[in-house]
């Protein structure tokens, strides 16, 4: 035992070894390391922060039951501003001792208001000019971090005495949690890509702990050479790399505690975060501790199994041993199987069994890095090289492929999964922007104001508003139908109906059925609707179908056809002149009055529909997610190609003397780069594709493509092979200079 | 080894006694083998005879060692030609060579001259030996490279003391 | 007429003058030794007269295949790799085999640097290899043959562009005496054949015994030493 230790303390040593070269060797590797243990450390966090976000969700809860009569009431608003989503309660506070709601430390008096900081800043900026009108209150405090989702939420409470109870009441804040919170096959998913997008990480950290091996390897069998026992070289070796870890460790916090300060000013809402509650659990911190010094001795020892027996450290470079691919190809052939046999399976009506779905792309994602070293091999002994830098580069990666494999198939994983979600995506926005083509000749606010509120008077001040061309009012009902649907009716003049539906030559008299977004028409003559509200019954006549699906689908009905309905409510069509900019808002403004007794919803084109804010944010977070991971990934790549021009110092040298131009060396490590990377991106785009159209399959949604996306990624990946390239041409300079002639 | 240019090229530095110069080889040269009176004189009337020395005054007392030697003019280039000839390269005449390198030294002229002039022959004799070998079966390889061998030690050598010229004559003068 | 004259080269590594007015002369044909102590900057006066490495000063001119003077050290990085590719050859002690090709393609690498089709350079790359009797190796990893079979690879590949001047910087040196003869022999009859004259940096007596005459360095400075065969 004391002999492991001290062996150990020796590796150690030798790792630090005083050199200058040594520490430099040290600090690399402390880097490489740390920032994969950083990256491991934020992810260690999202289960804090997820905790402490419902836990203040929850605490904001309303409690609608109580005893006796209510102490406060409450009206919840939210409308759009342009792009962003601005929501609070507007409260009458009835008794002083009123529940306060979390975050602010009393209640607002009339005409009083707490904003969230980020609501603040909105407002005091140029940007946030036109929601000014919106807010005439008087500010008197900021929300605190108890009161917000994220730090970037535009949170208000407003105090108003004109709220009448009606259903409104406020016993107090906060519901106990749900238990479980999470659907177990969405936490599942979120575990899967979160693996992913992991991946790299530990193959950077693998290959970050191999720096300077060569030079390491040396010194290793110098320790041979004078006696040391296989057994005790591996012990040494594993106290060198251990060093290396540990100081990857230290940095790693380091890192992880100087960037957690900025979580907040992360722009998109929902990755943002309040820095006090980034904080590792103690279980997953635990492990990322004990997982990377491990993985540090294991690659390390790995990596040497060949090397460590020789005790002249001469290994002659030996034909590789060919990889096998059957059992490469286990993973893949079976998370298609699985994905395959559950196509169809699923209906609208039926429940879907998910877990043959989430084990198919977990077992295909995984054959990926599995597959890629035999398909790397493979490709390259087929390849011959037509230009003398090509040839090297061939030659090279036939040599030894597997480095460069493994660090791309951590790349191959994430692009997969990507091009993946992007389809997915793809295909749902190809809906929306279905909706959106059908709008795009609409530009209208659709106004709802609350049953008690002054109809005549919103309608007044909508007609002042800049921009507006239109008011029109339109008497709605809602109803379920025999067959278990439900059905939204609108009545209103054609002028109206024409503004929310593409209806050709709309008369009047004439009753409307627009498709729903599932492609059934609304209704059907002889429908029988049972109006929610009244419980009265009516039967369907005549109707026409307009064809195109909506959202907005419905039984769109003119006045003269409406006879013996009663509508339940009453809205607005504010008709917007397109050519205004910013009409909505102006429209909004001009019902600032009746603050929280209107709701108001845009229909047109613009950002600020919820969908389209949620793709937003998706395909943000997918795309800084994977440029991440490609960028740790090119990191180990630079590793790998620095580590190489260093290994091959005296045949460059002595090439550039015998007058190999530069421009080839260049070529040739251009090619080394580009080659693996190339073939894992042809794999994952293939992986990728492939995956996206079985599982939107399974789901029986129509499959779209996102080219552009796929298009991205691809120059990203282009971009990437250049960089690195660009980056290992210094050493590449240094090596060719003639001082790598002299011999060492 | 020739003992009549070592004694010319001792007598350089000024006119001496035979005694004296018997003293003075054996100091340089003579480690194992010092100079019997005999060759002293046997050498000096040699020399004498070709008009390379001349009897520069004897002083009070009998007896040849009385008598003192200077070097002339003849003698002068004598040594001179003796010192800028190479040796035939041949095995064992370091003592020949080292005694041209002290000589030459203790008379001012480059040593590494001489060095130099030795190595070139060397080198061609052993172009020459390279060349048969070339040319010859295995036997006239083996035979050659036999030679070839000894005259890199020489040349060995040669190079050695050239690297050393200057401590030697520190050494030399002293 | 000289092939290539150098003239007054001084060239230092920080506070280490490596050569201090140095120069040599090289006939078309003619072998060479150039020989020295080791640190005396034999090697430094052959990167200096390749063009592999610039001097401080003094000049270096080559006469080319059309007969005209060119001067190496008045040329830029790019000039000198192309005359070093198309009208030198280079032989290193060891680690000048690309590693990761074989030995015929080692040997092709320079034709087709200059733009030769795969097949031709690889037919006139075995030729080569046959005649430098190591043609057995030829689809071998330089990793995989003896120290004596990789210098006559290296040999066939520094002759195979047929060059006017062949470096060879202590070609021997990594290899038993036996071994060191054959390379010799075959490197000088090869390129007596060729009539490509040969720059031989070593500090071995029976190696420099191949060459016609020798250059001696001492201490950065060179002195021809000329010898009528």
Redesign the interface.
């Known amino acids: 035992m004391k002999r492991v230790v001290s062996d150990l303390a020796l590796g150690v040593r030798l790792a630090v070894g005083g050199s200058r070269k040594s520490w430099a060797r040290l600090a690399l590797q402390g880097v490489g390391i740390g920032l994969g243990v950083a990256l491991l450390l934020f992810a260690a966090s999202l289960p804090s922060v997820m905790d402490a976000r419902s836990d203040r969700e929850a605490s904001r809860e309303i409690v609608a039951e109580g005893n006796g009569p209510a102490p406060l009431l409450a009206e919840h608003q939210g409308h759009a501003f342009r792009s962003d989503y601005v929501a609070g309660h507007y409260l009458n506070t009835l008794r002083p001792d009123a529940p306060v709601p979390p975050g602010i430390d009393r209640l607002p008096g009339d005409g009083e208001i707490f904003l969230s900081p980020a609501l603040a800043k909105l407002l005091d900026s140029p940007r946030g000019e036109l929601l000014r009108p919106r807010f005439p209150q008087k500010v008197v405090g900021t929300i605190g971090q108890a009161g917000l989702q994220n730090p970037n939420e535009l949170q208000f409470y407003a105090g108003s005495a004109n709220i009448k109870e009606d259903g409104n009441a406020v016993h107090g804040w906060g519901v106990a949690k749900q238990g479980g919170g999470m659907n177990p096959v969405l936490w599942l998913l979120s575990v899967v890509g979160l693996v992913v997008l992991l991946f790299p990480v530990l193959v950077f950290v693998g290959v970050a702990t191999r720096l300077a091996a060569a030079q390491r390897d040396r010194r290793l069998a110098a320790l041979r050479l004078v006696g040391a026992a296989a057994s005790r070289v591996r012990l040494i070796a594993s106290g060198e790399s251990l060093a290396g870890a540990l100081a990857g460790l230290a940095v790693g916090f380091g890192i992880f505690f100087a960037v957690r300060p900025f979580v907040d000013q992360i722009s998109i809402n929902e990755l943002s975060a309040f820095p006090s509650e980034v904080m590792p659990t103690p279980a997953l911190t635990l492990t990322v501790i004990v997982a990377v010094p491990v993985l540090a001795v294991v690659t390390s020892l790995l990596a040497m199994r060949r090397t460590i027996i020789e005790p002249l450290g001469v290994v002659?470079?030996?034909k590789p041993v060919h990889r096998r691919v059957w059992w490469r190809l286990v993973p893949v052939v079976v998370g298609v199987a699985l994905l395959v046999s559950q196509i169809g399976k699923i209906t609208q009506t039926e429940k879907p069994d998910q877990w043959p779905v989430v084990f198919g792309i977990v077992l295909l994602m995984l054959g990926i890095p599995v597959l890629l070293p035999w398909l790397v091999e493979r490709v390259v002994f087929l390849m011959?090289g037509?230009?003398?830098a090509l040839?090297?580069a061939v030659?090279?990666l036939?040599?030894d492929s597997g480095t460069a494999a493994r660090v791309v198939g951590g790349v191959a994983v994430v692009l997969a999964g990507t091009v993946t979600l992007q389809m997915m995506l793809a295909g749902v926005e190809k809906e929306v922007q279905a909706n959106e083509k059908k709008q795009a000749s609409f530009s209208y606010l659709s106004v709802k104001p609350r049953q008690s509120a002054d109809l005549s008077g919103i309608a007044a001040a909508l007609g002042k508003g800049k921009g507006v061309t239109a008011v029109h009012r339109v008497d709605t009902a809602w109803g379920s139908l025999d067959n278990g649907g439900y059905v939204s009716i609108n009545i209103a003049p054609c002028a109206a109906l024409t503004q929310e539906a593409a209806i050709p030559n709309c008369t009047d008299g004439k009753i409307y059925a627009v498709r729903e977004s599932t492609g059934q028409p609304a209704a059907q003559a002889g429908d029988v609707v049972t109006f929610r509200q009244s419980g009265e019954k009516w039967t369907v006549p005549q109707v026409e179908v307009i064809d195109g699906t909506s959202n907005t689908g419905g039984l769109f009905i003119t006045p003269a056809a409406a006879r013996g309905l009663v509508p339940y409510s009453a809205e607005f069509l504010v008709v917007l002149d397109p050519a205004v900019p910013d009409a909505a808002e102006h429209a909004r403004n001009a019902m600032a009055g009746y603050s929280w007794q209107v709701y108001s919803y845009f229909g047109g084109q613009d950002d600020t529909n919820e969908a389209e804010r949620v793709f937003g944010v998706v395909r943000r977070a997918l795309l800084a997610g994977s440029l991440l991971t490609l960028l740790v990934a090119a990191a180990s790549l630079l590793v790998v190609a620095l580590e190489q021009v260093r290994e091959?110092r005296?045949?460059l040298a002595?090439?550039?003397?015998?007058?190999?131009?530069?421009g080839?060396l260049a070529r040739s490590l251009l090619w080394q780069n580009a080659l693996p990377l190339a073939i894992s991106t042809a794999v994952s785009l293939a992986t990728g594709i492939g995956l996206g159209v079985l599982v939107i399959r399974v789901f029986g949604a129509e499959v779209a493509f996102d080219w552009a996306g796929i298009g991205l990624i691809t120059g990203i990946v282009v971009g990437l092979t250049f960089a690195v390239t660009a980056l290992t041409l210094p050493s590449l300079r240094r090596a060719t200079g003639?001082?790598g002639?002299?011999?060492e | 080894m020739s003992i009549g240019h070592a004694l010319l090229g001792l007598l350089e530095g000024g006119p001496r006694h035979g005694y004296d110069l018997k003293r003075a080889y054996d100091e340089r040269f003579g480690q194992d083998r010092p100079l019997h009176y005999g060759q002293v004189y046997s050498t000096l009337s040699r020399l004498l005879k070709n008009g390379l020395v001349t009897e520069a005054g004897v002083e009070a007392g009998d007896g040849p060692e009385r008598k003192r030697y200077a070097i002339t003019d003849a003698g002068v280039t004598d040594v001179e030609r003796w010192l800028s000839t190479p040796e035939k390269p041949e095995p064992y005449l370091q003592n020949t060579l080292y005694a041209k390198v002290v000589l030459a030294l203790l008379s001012g002229r480059s040593a590494t001259e001489v060095l130099d002039t030795q190595r070139a022959a060397h080198l061609t004799t052993m172009r020459e030996l390279t060349r048969r070998k070339a040319d010859g079966d295995l036997a006239d390889q083996l035979i050659c490279d036999f030679a070839l061998f000894h005259l890199e030690a020489d040349l060995r050598w040669l190079e050695l003391t050239a690297a050393r010229v200057d401590q030697l004559a520190a050494e030399v003068m002293r | 007429m000289s092939l290539l004259r150098a003239e007054g080269l001084s060239k230092s590594?920080g506070k280490t003058h490596a050569l201090e007015d140095a120069g040599i002369t090289i006939r078309a044909g003619e072998v060479v030794a150039v020989m020295g102590p080791s640190g005396s900057g034999k090697?430094t006066l052959l990167?200096c007269l390749?063009g592999?490495?610039p001097p401080d000063r003094g000049t270096v001119h080559y006469r080319d295949h059309f007969g005209s003077d060119r001067e190496l050290t008045a040329m830029n990085?790019?000039e000198?790799?192309?005359?070093?590719?198309?009208e030198?050859?280079?032989v290193?002690?060891?680690?000048?085999?690309?590693?990761?090709?074989?030995c015929l393609?080692n040997v092709a690498?320079?034709l087709?640097?200059s733009g030769m089709k795969?097949k031709n350079a690889e037919r006139a790359a075995r030729d080569w290899l046959a005649r430098l009797e190591v043609d057995g190796v030829a689809d071998q990893?330089?990793?995989?043959t003896s120290g004596g079979q990789g210098q006559r690879v290296a040999i066939a590949?520094?002759l195979v562009t047929g060059p006017k001047v062949i470096f060879a910087d202590e070609p021997t040196g990594a290899l038993d005496s036996l071994n060191g003869e054959r390379v010799m022999h075959l490197l000088t009859t090869a390129a007596r054949e060729t009539g490509a004259a040969v720059v031989l940096v070593t500090h071995e007596p029976r190696v420099a015994a191949y060459s016609d005459r020798e250059v001696v360095v001492r201490d950065g400075r060179s002195r021809d030493v000329e010898f009528a065969r």
């Open positions: 002659r470079n030996q011959k037509g230009t003398p040839q090297l030659r090279r036939q040599l091959r005296r045949p002595v090439m550039a003397a015998s007058g190999v131009p530069r080839t003639a001082l002639l002299r011999s | 590594f090697s990167h390749a592999i490495l990085d790019g000198r790799s192309e005359l070093r590719r198309t030198f050859g280079f290193f002690q060891f680690g000048q085999l690309v590693p990761e090709l074989t393609e690498l320079p087709r640097l795969r990893r330089p990793g995989e590949r520094a």
